[in-house]
């Protein structure tokens, strides 16, 4: 029994503190020794690349890792690249961008996400929005088609072929040379594809993911915003050393010569950082291209809401949590009136334990058969990361199970033990709180709500294996609201 319980307890701190400890030593590690770089008087002082300036920079977007990337040998060691080696870069000099959007009937969010996207900090001639409807059933494709001509363009997939194949389509039909992912009710604050953009200036860098800020109707950050940042955290230092593992489904931006059409059954914002660095570039982390997501504003008719990454690894508008991710953003000046929040309201957990299986299914399946490419391709850091960002997380429940049974019949051996048994009671009893719905949805109540969360997502880990293992696939989503 003590072997299981410490076994179990050293797993569980090494998943959730010791690797982003490592990662932050890491990081520093790497920083001082760029640091040391750029001051040593052997090394030539011209500016990084990506912060050197470049007539000629905007036609060399599409070209950047195209005609040899899928021959170049993946990066395995760390670099130095970093929002702070960004650098502004005038109108003239953007990349053409290409805003992919998969719905299912959005009705409820369609419009306020095209007035969004069309209040963008971009060239208006150098972007466009590609709306793909997944058959729709609702008013979705009417809400769009009232836009068309604006920079926004209507695909219609009659028959419903899940979020993958649909951005497929979508990305067949861009015309930009940088491919940026969302979700329907996930708001870009206005220079968010900006800043995604420019760190794509950077040649070695092929994927650029944002930041999901999860707020209230009043703009205060969730609880569940305080893990968020946790993991954003993680991820900036991930960036520092390999390549983030998971882009945040909700914004993160490619560049189109490295997109390869994806089997339906795979989520695009798990597998596009590992196709990234095969192809010989990096997937980096940029936290100064947020998008926000209102987390208490009732869910209106056959509104969804998919990553990202919401997984404990993430996806669009059909998978994400209905805990911590509803429609949107401070209301402004381009978007409609929001309903009047409804804080107490709680979700179907049910339905929420549905859509968490079937995208924990989808990350598996990817892990399951990227983690013996990465092997054979020498990608022993990002590996690395991925099992213990990732796997080690979906782990986390049964590993749970095994130190509360040792904890608590170790209670009689000290004190340790008992205080462990107490610790995972008292765990328990928050989530049970927050099924309950006790405490409504801030304060105490909020941090129960997060617990019960924490247990739905890493139920849906295991319960998406057992899946996988019995030979189910996932293809198509239905929306919250349904």
Request: proline share 7%; charged share 20%; with cysteine.
């Amino acid at each position: 029994m003590k072997t299981l319980f410490w076994l179990s307890s050293g797993l569980l701190a090494y998943a959730f503190v010791g690797y982003p400890l490592l990662l932050e030593a890491g990081s520093r590690l790497v920083r001082r020794t760029a640091a040391r770089r750029a001051a040593s008087p052997d090394v030539s002082p011209a500016a990084p690349s990506s912060a050197r300036p470049s007539a000629s920079m905007a036609a060399s977007w599409h070209s950047a890792a195209q005609a040899d990337a899928p021959s170049v040998r993946p990066s395995a060691g760390p670099s130095a690249s970093s929002p702070d080696t960004a650098r502004v870069i005038p109108d003239a000099d953007l990349p053409t961008v290409s805003v992919l959007l998969s719905v299912f009937d959005e009705e409820a969010v369609i419009e306020r996400k095209i007035l969004n996207f069309l209040a963008l900090d971009y060239p208006a001639e150098r972007i466009e929005l590609c709306v793909v409807s997944d058959g729709c059933t609702d008013a979705t494709e009417s809400i769009v088609a009232r836009y068309a001509g604006q920079r926004v363009r209507l695909v219609r997939q009659e028959a419903r072929g899940g979020k993958t194949r649909a951005l497929n389509r979508a990305a067949a039909e861009a015309h930009g040379d940088v491919l940026v992912f969302t979700d329907a009710n996930a708001m870009f604050r206005p220079d968010c594809v900006r800043r995604l953009a420019e760190r794509l200036a950077d040649p070695g860098v092929g994927l650029v993911s944002g930041v999901s800020v999860y707020v209230h109707a009043s703009g205060d950050t969730t609880a569940g915003g305080v893990y968020r940042r946790y993991e954003e955290w993680i991820k900036s230092r991930e960036s520092d050393l390999f390549s983030i593992v998971g882009a945040d489904g909700a914004a993160y931006a490619m560049r189109r010569a490295l997109y390869t059409p994806l089997a339906p059954e795979y989520i695009n914002d798990l597998l596009h950082p590992v196709q990234v660095l095969l192809a010989g570039a990096r997937a980096v982390s940029e936290p100064r291209a947020v998008v926000e997501e209102e987390v208490d504003a009732p869910v209106a008719s056959p509104g969804s809401t998919q990553p990202g990454n919401t997984q404990p690894g993430s996806t669009s508008s059909g998978g994400r949590s209905s805990f911590g991710t509803s429609p949107g953003m401070q209301p402004g000046p381009q978007s409609r009136p929001r309903p009047q929040a409804q804080p107490d309201s709680q979700p179907d957990t049910g339905a929420e334990m549905r859509r968490q299986t079937r995208i924990m299914a989808q990350s598996w399946l990817i892990c399951l058969r990227q983690l013996p490419v990465l092997v054979r391709r020498g990608c022993w850091g990002f590996v690395w990361q991925m099992l213990s960002h990732k796997v080690l997380r979906w782990a986390t429940l049964p590993l749970l199970a095994v130190c509360a049974v040792s904890a608590v019949a170790l209670v009689p051996r000290g004190m340790p033990y008992a205080l462990a048994a107490a610790a995972l009671a008292g765990g328990g009893l928050l989530a049970w709180a927050g099924a309950r719905g006790l405490g409504g949805g801030r304060g105490w109540g909020g941090h129960a709500r997060t617990a019960w969360l924490f247990v739905v997502l890493h139920a849906a880990a295991v319960n998406g294996l057992y899946r996988l293992l019995r030979g189910q696939t996932f293809v198509t989503w239905t929306p919250r609201g349904d």
